[in-house]
């Protein structure tokens, strides 16, 4: 090792890879990203070309290391990798895919999940495997697949994750990692082993699966081939990493006592992390392993900011084509010349149906309260304060469990001042605010880093995040929310029964 | 019955024929089957069936609602409305009658070159391979409130009615604002300009449906109905890559999967999947991934 090392990190995200350099000190030298399209082949489908993310991996892989690497004279010490969540790649017994990955937004499985999570296996399952019973879950995909796909079901050789497909295509080794195996709802979140149950459900066996390892596993070496056309090495190592979830949480610094962090992309959650799993009897949490010690729980939103872009595409005002950032800050600047609470205009965003904390994919969205003093202005803002009431309310769940005292948020909307904001009033605690795609691979730089012995835990290794700018919370704002938020939650409840005839009446 | 016929007055307000090889102001213009405009002041039974059309043809309302059908879909098309038909399009009236009102239209010989219209037409040949493209994709043959069209439509009646001097550079001149007018309607009616993940969606479609055809950034801008610049940027923002490097990502894991599962040779999949030649495959591909195609499939089938 030298002052010269560096450290790659490689984040498969839902639509696009992002790798990121760090020096040993952590610094951060370059990134780049490359995006990948989903397709949407039929309603309720949402798939990716395993091939295509691979070539793009390989391209933004060597565009980084020819353009700012290698010529700045840096050595790559070690790779390490982090993943979208929940992805299922059926391959044949040459390793080969039959056809595309199946992703996590994916609702195919609907029948199936509804089925499991009324009976008692359900329950014993979500207990096991800490993800809760839903479509986006791999056990729910290979459902699926046995029961609507029997042909592809039967030439499955394995099932495989898309991190574990670029792995294997780069060294040859089929694995996958603990914290990315615990959001399969295949494995056992405590023994570390796949779940025989949800095996025995989904119709396979545990040799069709990848190989479990813990996520500080470095056994790995590019294949020759790679190594040459990329300038590396056999001794950079490779780290297998874990889920982006996990990595998120762990580069918000968000450890120990009192703290959550959120975020909010296009969809939205807030995680806590600590040593003990969150038993929910109404199985709203998940539970995923970040390492044999630390579990990352806590519950998804699908209506993040993807319910503002619809938003902005709709009603914005657009004075470039297609320039849907500036479209956007121009609502929020009418947004914020409103009260808080929208004179009393509400919002539930469920345009995606919901995933924590009512699970219902047959929710929909409501404005509710409207008046004739409700002007444009309190549509856009109260849009805004539904999509934060729905991350609220997942807080709220988890302050079942935990207390929180303190919150790190990140995400590209969550860094709107506007938006950090609003989360301080509702919450009524102290932000900080961080850059997603930064804190995934600021995560995946302490994994290697701790792998490497520069610390001795990753508990250690997140003292060193600097803590962001902070948003003090408005007391008056909160009571104002407070008295609004009843409203929503109760609304949310209250409308199962309308929810479900009227998306019957959409399909 | 259409009656071939000349021009009364330049205008559009009253009924005219002109058809190829009838109408002498058509001597000039052998890429001009019909022009014309139809008043309708008593409904007939029968007298717009559903049938096959055997031209390339523009349509414009004047008066009236008009519900049509299209490519077997229906539309509704109101005054300032245009319609594009293609050949071979099943177009007409469902109730096979034609409502009160007046419309215009021409239909033209475009050819079927990829880089020329024909030779009254001025555009450059990138021009028309992108305008040809969008025309016949046209997903969406209705754009709505057109008054342009109406006044180039007025333009050209003029011109070959009064036919003063220039009237043939004139003439051939209107018939390509016309082209490049509907061409630029129909792309930002289909996109609203606010999507553009949902533009770049439909356009990664077309790349992938004639992955072979040498795509030339001009012609994928002009499918998104933006400049080249602007799209070159607005793609590099998007996606991390340039437009042809994104299209050499499609056309290497397209050349992964057929090298993984099927014997085609490589030439063939070199070309199917857009590459000029074997070698230019080979050398793109090792330089991406470090292997040869050949060393990729080998290793790739002797797997256990």
Same mark, same amino acid.
């Given at each position: 090792?030298?002052? @010269?090392?560096?450290?790659?990190?490689?984040?498969?995200?839902?639509?696009?890879?992002?790798?990121?350099?760090?020096?040993?000190?952590?610094?951060?030298?370059?990134?780049?990203?490359?995006?990948?399209?989903?397709?949407?082949?039929?309603?309720?489908?949402?798939?990716?070309?395993?091939?295509?993310?691979?070539?793009?991996?390989?391209?933004?892989?060597?565009?980084?290391?020819?353009?700012?690497?290698?010529?700045?004279?840096?050595?790559?010490?070690?790779?390490?990798?982090?993943?979208?969540?929940?992805?299922?790649?059926?391959?044949?017994?040459?390793?080969?895919?039959?056809?595309?990955?199946?992703?996590?937004?994916?609702?195919?499985?609907?029948?199936?999940?509804?089925?499991?999570?009324?009976?008692?296996?359900?329950?014993?399952?979500?207990?096991?495997?800490?993800?809760?019973?839903?479509?986006?879950?791999?056990?729910?995909?290979?459902?699926?697949?046995?029961?609507?796909?029997?042909?592809?079901?039967?030439?499955?050789?394995?099932?495989?994750?898309?991190?574990?497909?670029?792995?294997?295509?780069?060294?040859?080794?089929?694995?996958?990692?603990?914290?990315?195996?615990?959001?399969?709802?295949?494995?056992?979140?405590?023994?570390?082993?796949?779940?025989?149950?949800?095996?025995?459900?989904?119709?396979?066996?545990?040799?069709?699966?990848?190989?479990?390892?813990?996520?500080?596993?470095?056994?790995?070496?590019?294949?020759?081939?790679?190594?040459?056309?990329?300038?590396?090495?056999?001794?950079?190592?490779?780290?297998?990493?874990?889920?982006?979830?996990?990595?998120?949480?762990?580069?918000?610094?968000?450890?120990?006592?009192?703290?959550?962090?959120?975020?909010?992309?296009?969809?939205?959650?807030?995680?806590?992390?600590?040593?003990?799993?969150?038993?929910?009897?109404?199985?709203?949490?998940?539970?995923?392993?970040?390492?044999?010690?630390?579990?990352?729980?806590?519950?998804?939103?699908? *209506?993040?900011?993807?319910?503002?872009?619809?938003?902005?595409?709709?009603?914005?005002?657009?004075?470039?084509?297609?320039?849907?950032?500036?479209?956007?800050?121009?609502?929020? @600047?009418?947004?914020?010349?409103?009260?808080?609470?929208?004179?009393?205009?509400?919002?539930?965003?469920? /345009?995606?149906?919901?995933?924590?904390?009512?699970?219902?994919?047959?929710?929909?969205?409501?404005?509710?309260?409207?008046?004739?003093?409700?002007?444009?202005?309190?549509?856009?803002?109260?849009?805004?304060?539904?999509?934060?009431?729905?991350?609220?309310?997942?807080?709220?769940?988890?302050?079942?469990?935990?207390?929180?005292?303190?919150?790190?948020?990140?995400?590209?909307?969550?860094?709107?001042?506007?938006?950090?904001?609003?989360?301080?009033?509702?919450?009524?605690?102290?932000?900080?605010?961080?850059?997603?795609?930064?804190?995934?691979?600021?995560?995946?730089?302490?994994?290697?880093?701790?792998?490497?012995?520069?610390?001795?835990?990753?508990?250690?290794?997140?003292?060193?995040?600097?803590?962001?700018?902070?948003?003090?919370?408005?007391? *008056?704002?909160?009571?104002?929310?407070?008295?609004?938020?009843?409203?929503?939650?109760?609304?949310?409840?209250?409308?199962?029964?309308?929810?479900?005839?009227?998306?019957?009446?959409?399909? | 019955?259409?009656?071939?016929?000349?021009?009364?007055?330049?205008?559009?307000?009253?009924?005219? /024929?002109?058809?190829?090889?009838?109408?002498?102001?058509?001597?000039?213009?052998?890429?001009?089957?019909?022009?014309?405009?139809?008043?309708?002041?008593?409904?007939?039974?029968?007298?717009?069936?559903?049938?096959?059309?055997?031209?390339?043809?523009?349509?414009?309302?004047?008066?009236?609602?008009?519900?049509? /059908?299209?490519?077997?879909?229906?539309?509704?098309?109101?005054?300032?409305?245009?319609?594009?038909?293609?050949?071979?399009?099943?177009?007409?009236?469902?109730?096979?009658?034609?409502?009160?009102?007046?419309?215009?239209?021409?239909?033209?010989?475009?050819?079927?070159?990829?880089?020329?219209?024909?030779?009254?037409?001025?555009?450059?040949?990138?021009?028309?391979?992108?305008?040809?493209?969008?025309?016949?994709?046209?997903?969406?043959?209705?754009?709505?409130?057109?008054?342009?069209?109406?006044?180039?439509?007025?333009?050209?009646?003029?011109?070959?009615?009064?036919?003063?001097?220039?009237?043939?550079?004139?003439?051939?001149?209107?018939?390509?604002?016309?082209?490049?007018?509907?061409?630029?309607?129909?792309?930002?009616?289909?996109?609203?300009?606010?999507?553009?993940?949902?533009?770049?969606?439909?356009?990664?479609?077309?790349?992938?449906? *004639?992955?072979?055809?040498?795509?030339?950034?001009?012609?994928?801008?002009?499918?998104?109905?933006?400049?080249?610049?602007?799209?070159?940027?607005?793609?590099?923002?998007?996606?991390?890559?340039?437009?042809?490097?994104?299209?050499? *990502?499609?056309?290497?894991?397209?050349?992964?999967?057929?090298?993984?599962?099927?014997?085609?040779? /490589?030439?063939?999949?070199?070309?199917?999947?857009?590459?000029?030649?074997?070698?230019?495959?080979?050398?793109?591909?090792?330089?991406?991934?470090?292997?040869?195609?050949?060393?990729?499939?080998?290793?790739?089938?002797?797997?256990?």
């Amino acid at each position: 090792m030298n002052r @010269q090392d560096c450290i790659l990190t490689i984040d498969l995200g839902t639509g696009a890879v992002r790798i990121f350099a760090f020096d040993l000190q952590g610094i951060f030298i370059g990134s780049m990203k490359g995006s990948y399209p989903t397709f949407h082949r039929e309603h309720d489908q949402s798939e990716q070309d395993p091939e295509q993310i691979f070539i793009t991996v390989l391209y933004v892989l060597k565009n980084l290391l020819n353009e700012r690497i290698h010529p700045s004279g840096y050595r790559v010490h070690a790779v390490c990798f982090s993943a979208a969540m929940h992805s299922v790649l059926p391959v044949d017994k040459k390793g080969n895919p039959l056809g595309n990955a199946i992703t996590w937004s994916d609702n195919r499985g609907k029948q199936e999940a509804r089925q499991l999570r009324s009976s008692p296996s359900g329950k014993t399952i979500y207990d096991a495997t800490g993800t809760p019973i839903h479509p986006m879950s791999p056990l729910i995909k290979i459902t699926w697949m046995k029961n609507e796909d029997k042909h592809r079901f039967h030439l499955t050789a394995r099932f495989l994750s898309l991190k574990s497909y670029i792995i294997q295509q780069l060294t040859g080794e089929t694995i996958i990692d603990y914290s990315l195996a615990s959001a399969t709802g295949l494995f056992n979140i405590h023994s570390f082993q796949w779940e025989e149950a949800a095996l025995d459900y989904a119709g396979i066996l545990a040799s069709q699966l990848p190989q479990l390892v813990p996520i500080f596993y470095s056994d790995l070496r590019l294949r020759p081939e790679y190594q040459a056309s990329l300038g590396l090495d056999a001794t950079t190592r490779i780290i297998a990493g874990a889920s982006d979830g996990c990595l998120a949480t762990l580069g918000a610094g968000v450890w120990g006592e009192g703290k959550a962090t959120i975020t909010v992309e296009q969809s939205g959650a807030v995680r806590v992390v600590g040593k003990d799993v969150l038993i929910d009897e109404k199985q709203r949490l998940f539970n995923y392993v970040l390492t044999q010690d630390y579990y990352v729980s806590g519950g998804p939103t699908n *209506n993040g900011g993807v319910i503002f872009e619809w938003f902005t595409r709709e009603f914005g005002s657009f004075r470039k084509a297609f320039d849907l950032e500036e479209a956007m800050e121009g609502l929020i @600047q009418e947004a914020s010349k409103i009260p808080a609470g929208s004179d009393g205009l509400l919002f539930l965003p469920y /345009l995606l149906g919901e995933r924590a904390p009512i699970w219902n994919a047959n929710a929909r969205g409501v404005y509710f309260g409207l008046n004739m003093q409700h002007r444009q202005q309190h549509l856009i803002r109260a849009t805004i304060e539904g999509i934060l009431f729905e991350i609220y309310s997942i807080g709220k769940t988890l302050e079942e469990h935990r207390a929180i005292h303190t919150l790190s948020i990140n995400g590209s909307f969550a860094a709107y001042p506007f938006w950090a904001q609003l989360i301080a009033d509702m919450f009524n605690k102290p932000v900080h605010v961080k850059n997603n795609s930064d804190s995934i691979g600021l995560g995946a730089f302490l994994v290697a880093a701790t792998e490497m012995g520069m610390y001795q835990s990753l508990e250690e290794a997140t003292r060193g995040i600097d803590v962001p700018g902070m948003f003090r919370p408005d007391k *008056n704002n909160h009571e104002v929310y407070m008295r609004l938020f009843p409203i929503f939650e109760r609304l949310s409840s209250k409308l199962a029964d309308d929810f479900e005839e009227i998306a019957g009446l959409q399909s | 019955m259409r009656i071939p016929g000349r021009l009364k007055r330049p205008d559009c307000l009253n009924p005219f /024929l002109l058809q190829k090889g009838f109408s002498k102001e058509l001597d000039l213009f052998p890429h001009i089957l019909e022009f014309g405009v139809k008043k309708i002041q008593t409904i007939r039974l029968t007298s717009f069936p559903v049938e096959k059309s055997n031209s390339f043809s523009i349509y414009y309302i004047w008066d009236g609602r008009y519900d049509w /059908l299209i490519d077997d879909r229906p539309y509704i098309l109101y005054p300032a409305d245009l319609a594009l038909v293609l050949p071979g399009q099943p177009f007409g009236s469902p109730r096979g009658t034609l409502d009160i009102g007046s419309y215009g239209w021409i239909s033209l010989d475009i050819g079927t070159a990829d880089t020329s219209l024909g030779p009254f037409s001025g555009l450059s040949p990138t021009e028309c391979r992108s305008i040809r493209k969008i025309l016949l994709l046209n997903n969406v043959p209705v754009a709505t409130s057109m008054k342009e069209t109406g006044k180039l439509f007025q333009q050209l009646a003029q011109e070959l009615h009064l036919q003063e001097i220039g009237y043939q550079t004139r003439t051939n001149q209107l018939i390509d604002a016309l082209l490049i007018l509907t061409a630029r309607q129909l792309i930002q009616q289909s996109h609203s300009q606010r999507d553009f993940s949902g533009s770049f969606m439909k356009l990664e479609q077309e790349l992938r449906k *004639n992955l072979s055809h040498q795509w030339a950034v001009e012609e994928m801008a002009a499918l998104v109905g933006l400049g080249t610049t602007a799209f070159t940027e607005k793609v590099k923002t998007y996606t991390g890559f340039s437009p042809l490097n994104y299209l050499i *990502n499609i056309r290497i894991s397209e050349a992964i999967k057929l090298l993984k599962q099927t014997e085609t040779n /490589l030439t063939d999949i070199a070309l199917d999947t857009g590459f000029y030649s074997s070698q230019h495959f080979s050398t793109t591909f090792k330089k991406l991934t470090g292997y040869t195609p050949s060393q990729f499939r080998k290793d790739n089938t002797d797997l256990p």
